[in-house]
């Protein structure tokens, strides 16, 4: 489900033997994103963390390091394919940060709150709107696949709720809420 | 019992009847976040679910023949079954915005003590969110 869209741009710092731009799908099997990160942040060590990365980028393809001469070549191709690519990784950083905090003790309690609310309509009608927006991309091509999803959930605030959700979510064009909702939905 | 409430959250819940307060603290929700098609988007494609209650219920949704099969796999979920870090990964995706409207949804259905401790559950991690979204000083 995760796509690593390679960049389409050139590469500007690339001077190897060949003039091309590397991509996500070239450097992931190797390097993390995580680390990709410590290329958009302002570090003072950021050229030897680009070199170290470079390195094992060759190691691990030595393909790599021919087609772009040198390692030095590769860690500006890396600089580029990091700077093309900053606003992901900066909310994968991001994310990173959000994770450290919340997945630590002092949140267990909220976790276990939410959880122990179970099938609560309101909650359960936000997890499913987010695995619609992330996992089922045909249906918010206008298939009406969701809208028939909706109207028929039998409770109608879910209905209501998930409506709203992927309407303020802005991918997904729904059509709008029926003033009337049959009294047997609920 | 604390409460981190939005302003917009605070006048919900003053609304609500001296009983179902009665205990409760709040704590004003100052952070905001501008939220974005574009943005959330990029959260979505970060999004990495491995939970195979979850999965599955996405691989079903995506293989639905109909919409009679897709209710059916909308009533399988059950929050009680997901782990923290998946259900970090959702709140992350669906965002602080779409999370604020999930409390105000709350608050204005609130009926019971329970029905505070979710909310005081949600704003706590909210929190959170919203301060690992702010801008870069």
């Known amino acids: 489900m995760v796509t690593n869209r390679p960049p389409e741009n050139g590469s500007p710092g690339a001077r190897g033997n060949v003039n091309r731009s590397l991509t996500l799908a070239e450097v992931t099997p190797v390097l993390q994103e995580e680390e990709l990160i410590q290329l958009i942040q302002n570090r003072r060590d950021l050229e030897s963390v680009r070199m170290g990365l470079a390195n094992r980028l060759a190691q691990a393809n030595p393909t790599l390091l021919q087609q772009f001469g040198n390692p030095e070549a590769l860690s500006r191709a890396l600089q580029a394919l990091a700077e093309s690519n900053r606003e992901r990784l900066d909310l994968l950083s991001r994310k990173e940060s959000f994770f450290k905090k919340v997945l630590k003790a002092p949140f267990r309690a909220a976790w276990a709150t939410i959880k122990f609310a179970g099938r609560h309509p309101i909650l359960t009608t936000a997890a499913l709107a987010a695995l619609a927006l992330w996992g089922v991309p045909a249906l918010m091509e206008g298939t009406g696949a969701i809208e028939g999803l909706l109207a028929q959930v039998p409770v109608n605030r879910i209905v209501e709720h998930m409506r709203s959700f992927l309407r303020l979510s802005g991918t997904v064009p729904v059509s709008p809420i029926p003033e009337t909702i049959p009294p047997d939905f609920i | ?137």
């Open chain 2, 1 to 137: 019992m604390m409460l981190h409430l939005t302003s917009a959250e605070l006048q919900i819940f003053e609304g609500l009847s001296e009983g179902l307060r009665e205990g409760w603290k709040t704590k004003e929700e100052t952070l905001t976040y501008e939220d974005s098609d574009h943005t959330r988007a990029i959260r979505m494609e970060l999004m990495r679910l491995h939970d195979p209650l979850l999965l599955a219920i996405a691989g079903k949704m995506k293989s639905a023949k109909n919409q009679e099969e897709l209710v059916q796999i909308a009533q399988t979920m059950d929050i009680s079954k997901i782990a923290d870090a998946e259900l970090a990964e959702i709140f992350f995706g669906l965002g602080p915005v779409v999370l604020s409207q999930v409390v105000e949804l709350l608050l204005k259905e609130v009926q019971s003590d329970d029905d505070l401790k979710i909310v005081e559950a949600l704003t706590a991690i909210r929190h959170p969110l919203l301060e690992s979204l702010q801008p870069l000083s």
